[in-house]
């Protein structure tokens, strides 16, 4: 079945930590994206790719690092510089401008 | 900046009743409309998308209406059911140059009572 996987479902840092969340998408679309959800607010834009080997600042891009070496593929490192992390991450990709598909996302905690 | 706002952020209804969903927007250049559906704990699912140039789009039990130049979008699901319990989010596309984003609005947490 054609989808997006995101991994692991939980993940929990460490101070200092640098952690690394993992999209793959087979479903062959060029964008991707990831977004932060904090409860009861909705879905912030963290960084989206349009194209292999490019990227874009979303609205609260600092603190969070990404690449995008592969089609499939789409990473995102939350570093230590963000100072507030506990969140549910979404990664999603779309053709164009076509309905976005999303993962069942990861949700991040601070040990 | 594009807002998007949905209102109620809450609502509770008996199962069988129709209901509306609606969801209002600052910008009016938009791209298109999606709407989404959240589980609790889950990702998002697509339940239907319309493009600017559209008034509406159906899915069985759902319908979703679009007004660009009030900027206003419904969503209506008829005749409820227990499993439609969720929270249901609504996301304008903005064109800016190549760049394609989505901004989302706070949701509606719908719960149908058996």
Redesign the interface.
């Known amino acids: 079945d054609g989808g997006i996987t995101q991994s692991p479902k939980y993940l929990f840092r460490k101070e200092g930590q640098n952690v690394t969340l993992s999209c793959e998408q087979n479903l062959n679309h060029d964008a991707m994206y990831w977004y932060r959800q904090d409860p009861g607010q909705g879905l912030r834009l963290i960084y989206y790719s349009q194209i292999v080997n490019d990227f874009q600042k979303g609205d609260i891009a600092e603190g969070y690092s990404v690449s995008r070496e592969k089609k499939e593929s789409f990473p995102l490192t939350v570093t230590s510089a963000q100072k507030n992390p506990t969140a549910f991450y979404l990664c999603a990709s779309n053709q164009y401008t076509g309905a976005q598909h999303f993962g069942d996302g990861t949700r991040l905690s601070i040990l | 900046k594009q807002e ?1 706002t949905q209102i109620p952020a809450a609502l509770s209804v008996p199962e069988g009743e129709n209901l509306v969903l609606n969801c209002s927007f600052t910008d009016s250049a938009i ?2 409309l ?1 709407w ?1 559906r959240q589980d609790p ?6 339940l239907l ?1 319309i493009q600017s140039s559209q008034r509406e789009q159906t899915s069985g039990r759902l319908n979703a209406s679009l007004d660009k130049s009030s900027g206003r979008s419904t969503l209506y699901i008829a005749a409820s059911q227990p499993g439609d319990s969720a929270t249901y ?1 609504c ?1 304008v ?1 903005l ?1 800016t140059g ?5 901004t ?4 509606t947490q719908l719960t149908v009572l058996p």
């Not at chain 2, 704990?41 to 697509?46: A, D, I, V």
């Not at chain 2, 190549?98 to 989505?102: D, E, G």
């Open positions: 998007v791209y298109n999606q989404f704990g889950k990702g998002l699912t697509s998308l989010l996301a596309t064109v190549s760049a394609r984003q989505l989302f609005g706070s949701g």
